[in-house]
């Protein structure tokens, strides 16, 4: 089978985008622009000290732009939709799903309001009655976000001020800095290449060889 060159020259052109740095001055919708644009959003969803509306605002920019179309997957080929540079593994595209993208977005405006109208816990000894708290909660309320936000509120304030501020990407994000919670990750199970490269983005290559095998002995135990 030969090659098709019939559009080589469209494919050849775009592949210089990787690298450069486009320029966010540049009209909305251009090449240049689109380039800075797709920086930007890899920049701030890396970034965990943003805010919600500078990775909303970016991210629709680009949608509604489609300054997409002036960037190449890792086939050469230019994207032909939101969703597929989103999902492009970067430095092509954004390594998200778009709903995932969406359920971040909203995560961490959840995040600054939780912060906001975090209540206030009792302190050790301050309960009344002669009692005493002693920070020591039934389990079910140890993931429970409304309370992640009062402990993050009563015994770590400097990080509750930089959740106020939008500095983190989720509430988990912060309660994961202050040692109240476990990493987690959303992952598609709808879509095996999406959580692949959801994984591959926030893992180790020693924590995915150990997943590869470990799955491997659910699906196939000898």
């Not at 380039?35 to 890899?42: F, G, H, S």
């Not at 180790?204 to 470990?214: D, G, K, P, Q, V």
Request: a neutral charge; glycine letters at 8%; one cysteine or more.
């Amino acid at each position: 089978m030969g090659l098709d060159t019939k559009d080589l020259p469209a494919r050849l052109s775009h592949l210089a985008t990787i690298g450069e740095a486009g320029a966010l001055s540049a009209d909305p919708g251009s090449r240049d622009w689109a380039i800075a644009v797709r920086l930007k959003c890899q920049a701030l969803l890396k970034d965990t000290e943003v805010n919600a509306e500078a990775v909303a605002w970016y991210t629709h920019a680009i949608a509604s732009n489609m300054g997409y179309r002036h960037l190449v997957g890792p086939d050469g080929r230019p994207f032909t939709s939101y969703r597929g540079f989103c999902e492009a593994r970067q430095p092509w595209g954004l390594g998200y799903d778009p709903g995932v993208l969406e359920r971040l977005i909203a995560e961490r405006k959840t995040a600054q309001q939780r912060a906001s109208e975090a209540k206030e816990l009792p302190r050790t000894g301050t309960i009344g009655n002669g009692r005493r708290s002693d920070n020591i909660t039934p389990t079910s309320r140890g993931s429970d976000p409304d309370y992640l936000a009062a402990r993050i509120k009563r015994d770590y304030p400097d990080i509750h001020e930089r959740l106020l501020a939008g500095e983190y990407t989720t509430l988990h994000a912060a309660a994961l800095d202050a040692g109240l919670t476990a990493k987690r990750r959303a992952i598609n199970l709808e879509s095996p290449a999406s959580a692949a490269r959801t994984i591959a983005n926030a893992a180790s290559r020693e924590f995915i060889r150990e997943l590869i095998a470990a799955l491997q002995q659910e699906v196939d135990p000898q």
